[in-house]
T-cell receptor
Framework: GDSVTQMEGPVTLSEEAFLTINCTYT??????LFWYVQYPGEGLQLLLK?????DKGSNKGFEATYRKETTSFHLEKGSVQVSDSAVYFC????????????FGKGTLLTVNP | GAGVSQSPSNKVTEKGKDVELRCDPI?????LYWYRQSLGQGLEFLIY????????KSGLPSDRFSAERTGGSVSTLTIQRTQQEDSAVYLC??????????????FGQGTRLTVV
């Protein structure tokens, strides 16, 4: 079945540090890939997405590139801010289902001033 | 409304009681989903509605769980004879169309269920 593996947290960084959160997947067909973010006290929000190989999703300074050859979708940001502190979830919707999101377990990021 | 609304935001119930969790999706969204978020299991898919019908109920953990959607809008998730392992945050999401192809799913803030 479909699965998503993302790096274990928690991750603690200082402001302006570089961020990478690794995500790899196993899926049927050609999945669409997503990063969701959950800020403290808020619901899940879509951060960025990519729907085909070599696509790069980007939003709020975050980027992730859909790498079919390595089945990866790593999240990166060049300079994190305190306001980026949140839980980040990698997710996919596979070709076998056009509606069911499969999530990774989430990575808690804390950014200190 | 502006977003997906869930009620109640918190629910504490005694083991063995029934509970109903409500979801108001974004107006016009035909697709609706329920997920469960727990510490040990992460985010698990429960059920998917397209309009009022549920083509996929495969994620419902047992026959104590049921869900319905009326008028293509509000959905209710019912848990009968609650057990302590049902304690989790129940999330509802909606989207204009099925998610494949990159359509965004919008999530509510969830209902935190605690079974004591």
């Amino acid at each position: 079945g479909d699965s998503v593996t993302q790096m274990e947290g928690p991750v603690t960084l200082s402001e302006e540090a570089f961020l990478t959160i690794n995500c790899t997947y196993t899926a049927t067909g050609y999945p669409s890939l997503f990063w969701y973010v959950q800020y403290p006290g808020e619901g899940l929000q879509l951060l960025l997405k990519a729907t085909k190989a070599d696509d790069k999703g980007s939003n709020k300074g975050f980027e992730a590139t859909y790498r079919k050859e390595t089945t990866s979708f790593h999240l990166e940001k060049g300079s994190v801010q305190v306001s980026d502190s949140a839980v980040y979830f990698c997710a996919l919707v596979s070709g076998g289902s056009n509606y069911k999101l499969t999530f990774g377990k989430g990575t808690l990021l804390t950014v200190n001033p | 409304g502006a977003g997906v609304s869930q009620s109640p935001s918190n629910k504490v119930t005694e083991k063995g009681k029934d509970v109903e969790l409500r979801c108001d999706p974004i107006s016009g969204h035909t697709a609706l989903y329920w997920y469960r978020q727990s510490l040990g299991q992460g985010l698990e898919f429960l059920i998917y509605f397209q309009g009022n019908s549920a083509p996929d109920k495969s994620g419902l953990p047992s026959d104590r769980f049921s869900a319905e959607r009326t008028g293509g809008s509000v959905s209710t998730l019912t848990i009968q004879r609650t057990q302590q392992e049902d304690s989790a945050v129940y999330l509802c999401a909606s989207s204009l169309a099925p998610i494949q192809g990159g359509t965004e799913a919008f999530f509510g803030q969830g209902t935190r269920l605690t079974v004591v």
